[in-house]
């Protein structure tokens, strides 16, 4: 009989992994879009494929030596080294992992309600609405949307020890539950709120052990401490926005917080890249009139665990709409993933959800296999970078980025005239928008027309000075032009911007193995072999 038990306590696990997987199948066997999966894995192999860079992931920027130094998330480089180690320059195992992550988080969430004391046929129902709503498909579909699944599950992990020790004081549960916020913390920003809400948590549900405080304050300073010096270490710069320009991206990007709304609830309004201005907020204020009339319609509200998903919600998310200050602000889907954890424990804890929820199972069956069957045909958005680059530029026609990279997908495809079109399109948009009159200027080294390559990729520079590929592709319009000093020149200012350009190493070994300058040549090969060179490039 325990037996049985135990066979039909596990059901719900085995059929929420089940369910979740056949759902992100076909997401396996998607390639790479081309949106920072491209720098994050495919041009940092030489790094992810070296295990003895490990802890090197704790010294740098997520971007290696990305000129803005603004993000410091050395866990989420090593879920990429773990898959690199397997699957190199293929994106199979880097889709698989993110299928897992997605249900491990579905899961621990179903966990997480349990622990809160939430009936399991509800827990349940709330759990599978998580794991196939539409709004999270980014997370799932597009690689480096694991960010936010992997934050969610450190989480989700860090409160579930964290009631275990204040039930049971057993020290293993706060190793873990500390354990689980530093994973979180070396994962993204955001999880510096989850002290806070901690707290919170505690005087709201466990108000008799705040007595705990103490030794749980401590352990959170010591990681803070530890995160913010490796962080400071890393980035060089202590905030990377002033206090003005916060809260002046958070005036300005608030009305986001109905976009987000209105996916919830209505999640056929969806976009691969997001801006306030191709959106409608429309679904959003629907969506808050419609919350609204459910929570009077309830009158019964678990009040506490009302409030401690409002503010996780709300937190969770806004803390996500500082931008530094760039012409279009993209609100990307996967973004709502921890956020929406806050959002679901405000509906379970009214009563008359519950009882609809368990009265009516047709009606949770119905929303489940409407979300699937959205979730089902979204994915396929992210199969491929012109698939995704071109949905981008439809559903996002004011957005320079979208056309930008569609033309970058387009020059990829051979299709050079149709990419010149998108990246004009993209000036008319927005005339200093980084990279494109170097891209122009590629097709133009590509029609052999050096002079007018010369032309965009000073425009480039003047608009982005410390731009790499500019000044690399300057470097060879002028070698072809037979201006071999100038070349020379900017290969060398490429590789002291970044150390990692192995192309002008290879440019500037070449050139000088044809002169005979063999001393010159030694010394690039060497620095070249020294910046982890000679491997996949």
């Known amino acids: 009989m325990l037996k049985v038990l135990i066979i039909v306590k596990k059901l719900h696990y085995f059929w929420l992994f089940l369910f979740g997987f056949i759902l992100y199948l076909p997401s396996l066997f998607f390639d790479f ?38 993000y410091y998330r050395p866990i989420f480089t090593l879920s990429f080294m773990l898959d690199a180690q397997i699957s190199g320059k ?94 979180a913390l070396f994962t993204k920003e955001n999880a510096v709120l989850i002290p806070f809400f901690s707290i919170f948590f505690i005087f709201l549900f466990y108000k008799e052990k705040k007595n705990y405080l103490i030794e749980l304050f401590l352990s959170w300073w010591v990681i803070v401490f530890f995160w913010f010096v490796a962080r400071q270490n890393a980035l060089k710069n202590l905030f990377y926005l002033s206090v003005s320009d916060v809260f002046s991206s958070l005036f300005f990007n608030f009305p986001a917080l109905f976009l987000y709304l209105g996916k919830i609830f209505f999640p056929f309004n969806l976009s691969v890249l997001p801006n306030l201005k191709d959106s409608s907020l429309f679904w959003g204020v629907l969506a808050l009139l419609v919350f609204v009339f459910i929570v009077l ?10 409030i401690f998903g409002l503010l996780w919600f709300v937190f969770f998310l806004i803390i996500s709409f500082i931008y530094p200050k760039e012409t279009t602000v993209h609100f990307f889907e996967h973004r709502i993933y921890l956020p929406l ?93 980084p990279m494109v009159n170097n891209n122009l200027g590629v097709i133009y080294l590509q029609k052999k027309d050096f002079k007018k390559a010369i032309t965009y990729f000073e425009k480039e520079l003047k608009i982005n000075p ?39 190493y290879k440019f500037l070994i070449n050139h000088f193995l044809n002169e005979k300058n063999l001393k010159e040549a030694n010394f690039y090969y060497h620095l070249y072999l020294k910046n982890g060179g000679g491997y996949e490039n």
């Open 90 to 183: 293929h994106p199979f195992f880097y889709h698989l992992s993110n299928i897992l992550y997605h249900l491990i988080a579905s899961l621990l969430f179903f966990l997480f309600l349990k622990k809160l004391k939430i009936e399991k046929n509800i827990s349940f129902s709330f759990s599978f609405i998580f794991l196939t709503h539409p709004v999270l498909t980014k997370a799932v579909s597009w690689i480096p949307g694991r960010n936010d699944s992997l934050l969610t599950i450190f989480t989700l992990a860090n409160f579930i020890f964290l009631i275990k020790y204040l039930e049971k004081r057993k020290i293993v549960d706060f190793i873990f539950c500390f354990l689980f916020f530093f994973l």
């Open 297 to 306: 319609w309830s009158k019964k509200i678990h009040l506490k665990l009302f």
């Open 466 to 504: 410390n731009y790499d590929n500019a000044l690399f592709n300057l470097g060879l319009a002028y070698y072809q032009l037979s201006e071999k000093e100038k070349a020379l020149d900017l290969w060398k200012k490429t590789i002291k911007l970044n150390p990692y350009y192995f192309s002008a």
């Open 341 to 433: 954890i806050g959002f679901l424990m405000m509906l379970v804890s009214l009563d008359k959800i519950k009882k609809f929820f368990l009265e009516k199972k047709i009606f949770a069956f119905f929303i489940i296999i409407f979300f699937s069957t959205i979730t089902f045909f979204y994915q396929f958005n992210f199969k491929d970078r012109l698939t995704f680059w071109q949905k981008a530029a439809s559903s996002s026609a004011s957005s320079p980025l979208a056309h930008r990279n569609f033309g970058v997908m387009l020059y990829f495809e051979g299709k050079l005239e149709e990419a010149e079109r998108e990246y004009q399109k993209t000036l008319e948009i927005n005339p200093e928008e």
């Open 33 to 70: 879009v081309y949106l920072d999966d491209n720098v994050l894995i495919l041009d940092s192999l030489f790094f992810l494929k070296n295990i003895g860079n490990f802890f090197r992931t704790f010294q740098q920027d997520v971007f290696y030596l990305s000129s803005s130094r603004t």
